[in-house]
């Protein structure tokens, strides 16, 4: 049974870090691209990015309202996936949610979603 | 930027058919998902590259993308149906999308 299980959600000042994982199983890690999507408050989804599975590099991908704040990375070792975010922002608050991204090039959707994590951002 | 469109809530009867919209410039290039989440719960792949179920979904939900419009219709709608269902696609390689989200209420 493939499993996503976020962790590391809190309550941070603005301005300050926090770092999410998302811990897998179930599946073979390393052959998949990971991505997060957030969900603030009554609002809908925003994609947030992903990273590719190894084969195709490892690299990551943004979206512009987190790019240049925020990083993705993965451990193979551990099944496990990372969202740095850094300069955390109000606006930031949200439900992440860790998602496997399945498919080629122009055709991926998001088959498997984890729970969540909470993050708040306030001071 | 690439912006999906969806109506904001459509309201359906219990067993009538349920169409939900989801609107973009040539849309109907790309693959659409479909995704359903209900209150408090996590996103749930309900219909992938325009037009295929995943297991486990029932065959009342189907999809379709043409031109401009991707819709997901609900046939014989019931009442765990209900919830909010967003539009997804790629704006490019590197790029997701999801639509505003549309909020089905069945009466």
């Known amino acids: 049974e493939v499993q996503l299980v976020e962790s590391g959600g809190d309550l941070v000042q603005p301005g300050r870090s926090l770092r999410l994982s998302c811990t897998t199983s179930?599946?073979?890690?390393?052959?998949?691209?990971m991505n997060w999507v957030r969900q603030a408050p009554g609002k809908g989804l925003e994609w947030v990015g992903f990273?590719?599975?190894?084969?195709?590099?490892?690299?990551?991908e943004y979206a512009a309202s987190v790019k240049g704040r925020f990083s993705i990375s993965r451990d193979d070792s551990k099944n496990i996936a990372y969202l740095q975010m850094n300069g955390l922002k109000i606006d930031d608050t949200a439900v992440y949610y860790c998602?496997?991204?399945?498919?080629?090039?122009?055709?991926?959707?998001?088959?498997?979603w984890g729970q969540g994590a909470l993050v708040t951002v306030s001071s | 930027s690439y912006e999906l469109t969806q109506p904001p809530s459509v309201s359906v009867s219990p067993r009538q058919t349920a169409s939900i919209t989801c609107s973009a410039e040539?849309?109907?290039?790309?693959?659409v998902s479909w995704y359903h989440q209900k209150p408090g719960q996590s996103p749930v792949l309900v219909i992938y590259?325009?037009?295929k179920r995943p297991s486990g979904i029932p065959e009342r939900f189907a999809g379709s993308n043409s031109g401009n419009t991707a819709t997901l219709t609900i046939s014989g709608t019931q009442a765990m149906d209900e919830g909010d269902y967003y539009c997804?696609?790629?704006?490019?390689?590197?790029?997701?999308?999801f639509g505003g989200g549309t909020k089905l209420t069945v009466l």
């Open positions: 990273i590719r599975g190894e084969a195709y590099g490892g690299t990551p």
């Open positions: 997804q696609a790629w704006d490019g390689p590197t790029s997701a999308v």
């Open positions: 040539n849309l109907g290039q790309k693959y």
């Open positions: 590259q325009d037009a």
């Open positions: 998602t496997r991204l399945i498919g080629a090039s122009g055709t991926p959707y998001f088959d498997y």
């Open positions: 179930g599946f073979t890690f390393g052959d998949y691209s």
